[in-house]
């Protein structure tokens, strides 16, 4: 009858079922094994990057601690001794290992200031982007290029449960934002209740949405498609529900959507009116005897 397992050769099997596990469920859950999902703008691209940089530093610092554990107890180990051998007190050991890891966190933080600079640098638009009218650039907290089309700025309001969406020309939407392709589109994201946390990992970080409040963030869209999010913050019993979505077209089919949503938003708010002047509104009477 075979023995129990060494622990050592316990830890590595589990270790080894985690890693097979998560490769197996990554893709179920429209996630990456390791990464985070595929960056489809140059913000979310540094976040990749920052990401990748700090998990080698995080290999390597948990590879160097584990081996500086087990090299001395396999030593004891080999020379059947009942309890590893206390290394010496050396003080030109710790203070190269407190320089070491000194230097370690100086250069992250250095990576981490550079990357945030990074991120509140507007790209310029794109040879396939929409070329911005020149008064929508106006920002605190984010550069717009000088040099290229201005990005487009749209207002990104949150409720319980759903986000609202404010384009410049006075169309707006729910739960979907549509932009141009190849575009920088700056969100000013605010909140008429609790906070909310818009965030669509394929076009960047998390970025909240206060009451009394306007937070600034932007992305531009490499390529077309839908890309889909949700709120990072809980806000109440419906927080669950509460999805956001990006459809990134052409300019051609934006400008085309802008107009059809006009004439929709124009067509049901003519419709709204001529029941309340014609007194046909559903649950209008209902009102009237409450009041």
Known sequence: MPGPLHPFRLLTRAAALGLLGLAILAPIAHGQAITPPTPESPNAGDIESAYLIALVVFILIVVVVNVGLILPAIRSRRRRQVSAAR???????????GTGLGLLAAALFTVGVVFTERASEVDPAGPNGLQAAAGRTAQVGIAPPTDAGEPLT?????????????????????????????????????????????????????????????????????????????????????????RARVRVVNTTEYNAWLTRQAADIQSAQEA????????????????????
């Open 87 to 97: 290394a010496p007190r050396r003080r030109i050991g710790q203070l190269r290992a």
């Open 154 to 242: 749209i207002e990104v309001s949150g409720q319980q449960w759903i986000w609202r969406y404010g384009y410049p020309d006075g169309t707006f939407s729910y739960y979907e934002l549509v932009v141009p392709v190849d575009t920088p589109v700056i969100l000013e994201l605010a909140s008429t209740d609790v906070l909310h946390s818009w965030w669509v990992p394929a076009l960047g970080g998390k970025f909240e949405a206060n009451p009394g409040k306007t937070n600034r963030t932007w992305f531009k869209a490499e390529r077309e498609g839908t890309f889909d999010g949700q709120s990072a913050a809980f806000s109440g019993p419906g927080y669950a529900s509460m």
């Open 272 to 291: 709204v009116q001529e029941q309340v002047e014609t007194g046909t509104v559903p649950g209008l009477d209902a009102l009237e005897v409450s009041g």
